[in-house]
């Protein structure tokens, strides 16, 4: 299985909201609800920030919100803050390969 | 709080095997899965496999030939060996707890990650 797909970036100014998408196939997104979005600073670790397609961690804000619609997994953050420049990952279930990735997407805010 | 920390040679020559240890602290090792995720300079993060107390395992195909997970309940530490390396192996290492039974849903927490280099 290739890994999901996202786009390489996004951009958006303080207090936009921008989408991330995460398409994959029946395989992985589409067939299961078990989504998950992680967020990547410079040097850092990932954190998770979205479960389950769309059930947020304590701590994360609710600014961070998930859903999905076929094959495709999507991740909105809305007011976007300059905290928020990172990287993103969505990451999936796959019944070929265990777990998918997708290629992160680098997101700046202008 | 639940914190791992990798552990390892930072440097490891080609041909040979890459072998790290991550410590658990803060809660109990048994009833979980264990994970091993890497990630190359400025790329994506690759899932590399999954242990459960029991010492069942689950590898990436692509890795499967020449990757071994084990777990030692007594000092709270879960380990990786990658055979036969290139430089293709060259990544942060990041190890983290597989959350939601058998089915991989999420990952949390994460280790802090350590740098390992395939070079002679």
């Known amino acids: 299985q290739s890994a999901l797909t996202q786009p390489a970036s996004v951009s958006g100014s303080p207090g936009q909201s921008i989408t991330i998408s995460c398409t994959g196939t029946s395989s992985d997104v589409g067939g299961y609800n078990y989504v998950s979005w992680y967020q990547q600073h410079p040097g850092k670790a990932p954190k998770l920030i979205i479960y389950d397609v769309s059930n947020r961690p304590s701590g994360v804000s609710n600014r961070f919100s998930g859903s999905k619609s076929g094959h495709t997994a999507s991740l909105t953050i809305s007011g976007l803050q300059p905290e928020d420049e990172a990287d993103y990952y969505c990451s999936s279930y796959g019944s070929h390969t265990v777990v998918l990735f997708g290629g992160g997407t680098k997101l700046t805010v202008l | 709080q639940v914190q791992l920390l990798e552990s390892g040679p930072g440097l490891v020559k080609p041909s040979e095997t890459l072998s790290l240890t991550c410590s658990f602290s803060g809660g109990s090792i048994s009833d979980s899965y264990w994970t091993w995720i890497r990630q190359p300079a400025g790329k994506g993060l690759e899932w590399i496999g999954r242990l459960y107390t029991t010492g069942n395992t689950g590898y990436n195909p692509s890795l499967k030939s020449r990757v071994t997970m084990s777990l030692d309940t007594s000092k709270n530490e879960f380990s990786l060996k990658l055979k036969s390396v290139t430089a293709a192996d060259t990544a942060v290492y990041y190890c983290?707890?597989?959350?939601?039974?058998?089915?991989?849903?999420?990952?949390?927490?994460w280790g802090q990650g350590t740098l390992v280099t395939v070079s002679s």
């Open positions: 983290a707890r597989q959350e939601g039974g058998w089915y991989p849903r999420w990952f949390d927490p």
